[in-house]
């Protein structure tokens, strides 16, 4: 490859790279970690934002589900193209459990993780919403 093919290379690899990370900025538009105003009376729209923890019973072998749903009082948070959950992470005494990534439309802000909680404190849950930041709920056990 001669000199003059390489620069061009470069310069079009450059452009695809700024182009890719400009479209990822549009569809995640807020990274930041969001608070309710008042976690005691959340309003609608931080209902919808904030993650739901669900114990089930411990198996035999000693892990317990544990479900996060986005979404309270009924309010479901939404899944289509332009507004959807992209992740959700569990944490278990501030130990990550897990992170599952979600895709727009074809899945919801639900997941389910098999958990040993023997001597576990204290879980809590993130979520990541495409337009409205990082939401997060700490259950005690």
């Known amino acids: 490859m001669n000199r003059r093919d390489a620069i061009k290379l470069t310069a079009a690899a450059a452009l695809l790279t700024a182009l890719s990370a400009t479209a990822e900025e549009e569809v995640f ?12 009376k959340l309003q609608e729209s931080e209902l919808k934002h904030t993650p739901q923890i669900t114990i ?3 198996d035999a072998k ?3 589900p544990v479900s996060i ?7 479901i948070h939404p899944s289509t193209p332009e507004h959807w959950i992209d992740f959700v992470e569990l ?17 919801r802000g639900a997941v389910t993780f098999a958990v040993k909680l023997d001597q576990v404190k204290t ?3 993130k ?3 495409n337009l409205h930041g990082i939401w ?3 259950l005690a056990l």
């Open 29 to 40: 538009k807020n990274r930041e970690e969001m608070k309710p105003e008042n976690p005691a």
């Open 56 to 58: 089930g019973k411990k």
């Open 62 to 64: 000693g892990y317990t």
């Open 69 to 75: 749903t986005v979404g309270q009082g009924g309010i």
């Open 91 to 107: 944490y278990a005494d501030k130990k990550r459990v897990g992170k599952s990534e979600l895709e727009a439309e074809i899945s």
């Open 123 to 125: 879980l809590t849950a």
């Open 127 to 129: 979520a990541g919403c």
């Open 136 to 138: 997060t709920s700490t």
